[in-house]
Nanobody, 122 residues
Framework: QVQLVESGGGLVQPGGSLRLSCAAS???????MGWYRQAPGKQRELVAT???????NYGDSVKGRFTIDRDNAKNTVYLQMNSLKPEDTAVYYC?????????????????WGQGTQVTVSS
């Protein structure tokens, strides 16, 4: 079983920065890791993802402001958030996908963290 432990959320003023971390416990290395967020009354949306090879994907609303990276040796993903706006306020969830084959049978498992609150307000 994989557990994802998030840290780094908090309260920040508009224009400020925060850095989120998410460490995955358990054996194996995630095929992809990423961050999603959910604001009150809204659906969960993509923030950013990164593959084990370093390929990244960003939601349109955060492009140019947020940067995702990962340390494969530590099975940890980071999200650097700059130029934060009030509309970035949400609970941010870490996600990890483990995929591969076992006895020639493909598998894919999806894990989520408990979420960390990010509030952007003056």
């Amino acid at each position: 079983q994989v557990q994802l432990v998030e840290s780094g959320g908090g309260l920040v003023q508009p224009g400020g920065s925060l850095r989120l971390s998410c460490a995955a416990s358990g054996s194996g290395s995630a095929s992809a890791m990423g961050w999603y967020r959910q604001a009150p009354g809204k659906q969960r949306e993509l923030v950013a993802t990164i593959t084990s090879g370093g390929g990244t994907n960003y939601g349109d609303s955060v492009k140019g402001r947020f940067t995702i990276d990962r340390d494969n040796a530590k099975n940890t993903v980071y999200l650097q958030m700059n130029s934060l706006k009030p509309e970035d306020t949400a609970v941010y969830y870490c996600n990890a996908i483990y995929s591969g084959t076992y006895s020639d049978v493909p598998y894919e498992y999806d894990f989520w963290g408990q979420g960390t609150q990010v509030t952007v307000s003056s």
